[in-house]
């Protein structure tokens, strides 16, 4: 085999979901595609290599920095959205129901991966915090590193006068109680909502 | 090779694109990693959060091998302690410590039986703050640190013991112990016997944390050039303020 075709498939072996068997068969089709799909493939990536980064502000990956969402003037800036990963980040956008601004922190508190504070955009976040943010929604999995990672954001921003909130831990629409586990049911029970007072 | 016991998740660390590699403590097999085929899917990940109880079946061809790790809840404590902010730290600074501490595939019991009963206490949000220090008191005596808190280092009394000497790990009465206050460690009375009437108060869980973070890090993680887990270090500047917030509060 040809050196740079082993080296294609040694490289597209190494893209998620695929192995080396997948990765060959998707270097076959993209050779038999070259014009069509493989050199414009090839440019894309070229271009998104050179072109995209991280927006200086959140964090989010763009083209422009500040990004598309921290320059639309539109989007609510006193509202702002703290997540884990850009993932995230594309997964609250998909909703639609979400007109605010987000803080990308590129991950959690990890003890066994060595991330502290530090290595966060914790210190990022209490910044704008202090600069005219009025809600700041914490977004994190709910997860024990997840929410070790939301408490620890919460007490950095104890002392500014600003509203801090967390997403629902619950039951999801569609789902069955039959079929949850103990656990989203005790945290949808602690969460649960007084839909009539008692008066 | 296969085995079959109960385990405590301590961690679970992301393994290519479906799998998990999982740390648990296990009653009978110590701390022991396997790999969980399908474990970030929608139904296993909620297994195997920190501090889960599962019943673990691990196999593999041979021993040395990591091996596959299938478990089943038993007790979902993370899901009860994930909003309380200090129960969470407390959970994940006894993880991270037992992870960080205990050798692999050697069996501790004691160990185990220890953080079972510290879960317990975080699940009915009792006196896990005093079961985290004797927790990790009992961590040292496990790794062959124990300290000898039964009589005094320098006189042999056995009673008015209030210091902990730093070289030595053995307690000394306040008498023998005052010309070197400065020098030694508190020894809060909660470690020598426990009542119902006496409960320790902010201070004395700080002063046993900083007792057993003394000695943890000196005789455990300093020999091998590391520093304590850095979930611990949250969990006590986490108690630190919460005992500055509750002075402030009756002064």
Not at chain 1, 92 to 104: K, L, Q
Not at chain 1, 152 to 177: K, N, T
Not at chain 2, 48 to 63: H, P, T
Not at chain 2, 107 to 126: I, K, Q, T
Request: proline share 4%; net charge negative; charged share 25%.
């Amino acid at each position: 085999m040809a050196d740079s075709f082993a080296a294609l498939i040694q490289l597209l072996a190494k893209l998620p979901g695929l192995g080396p068997r997948s990765a060959r068969r998707a270097a076959l089709f993209l050779l038999k595609r070259r014009e069509s799909l493989m050199q414009p493939l090839a440019a894309a990536m070229a271009e998104a290599a050179q072109r995209i980064r991280a927006c200086s502000t959140c964090g989010n990956l763009d083209t422009a920095d500040p990004c598309a969402i921290c320059a639309d003037p539109r989007r609510d800036a006193g509202l702002v959205c703290v997540v884990e990963d850009v993932a995230d980040l594309w997964a609250i956008e998909r909703t639609g129901a979400y007109a605010g601004r987000y803080h990308v922190l590129g991950g959690t508190l990890s003890a066994l991966d060595g991330i502290g504070p530090e290595d966060l955009g914790i210190d990022a976040l209490a910044r704008r915090g202090a600069q005219g943010v009025r809600e700041i929604i914490l977004a994190m999995n709910a997860t024990v590193e997840g929410q070790t990672t939301a408490h620890y954001i919460m007490d950095r921003l104890a002392a500014l006068p600003l509203q801090v909130s967390r997403l629902a831990h619950g039951v999801p629409v569609g789902g069955e109680l039959d079929y949850l586990d103990e656990g989203t049911l005790s945290a949808a029970l602690a969460s649960r909502q007084v839909l009539k007072g008692a008066g | 090779m296969q085995w079959e016991d109960e385990g405590i998740v301590l961690a679970a660390r992301r393994h290519g694109e479906a799998a998990l590699i999982v740390q648990l403590l296990t009653r009978g097999h110590g701390r022991h990693a396997g790999l969980v085929r399908g474990g970030q899917g929608r139904k296993l990940r909620p297994v195997y959060e920190i501090g889960n109880r599962v019943a673990a079946v691990w196999n593999a061809r041979l021993a040395e091998h990591l091996g596959i790790l299938a478990g089943e809840l038993l007790r979902g404590h993370a899901a009860r302690i994930i909003e309380d902010p200090a129960r969470l730290a407390c959970l994940a600074a006894a993880a991270a410590l037992a992870e960080a501490s205990l050798p692999e595939r050697e069996p501790h019991p004691a160990a185990y039986a220890g953080l079972s009963a510290l879960l317990e206490s975080l699940d009915a949000d009792r006196g896990w703050a005093v079961g985290y220090v004797e927790w990790e008191l009992m961590l040292l005596a496990e790794l062959g640190f124990g300290l000898d808190l039964a009589r005094c280092a320098a006189s042999g009394a056995t009673t008015d013991l209030v210091y902990v000497s730093p070289r030595s790990g053995q307690a000394v009465s306040a008498a023998a112990g005052e010309p070197y206050r400065d020098k030694l460690l508190r020894l809060p009375a909660f470690l020598l016997a426990r009542t119902a009437e006496d409960a320790p108060s902010p201070q004395d869980v700080l002063d046993g944390l900083a007792l057993t973070g003394y000695f943890l890090d000196r005789r455990v993680f300093e020999p091998h050039d590391r520093d304590l887990p850095a979930a611990r270090a949250r969990f006590v500047d986490l108690l630190e303020r919460l005992a500055r917030i509750s002075r402030e509060q009756s002064l």
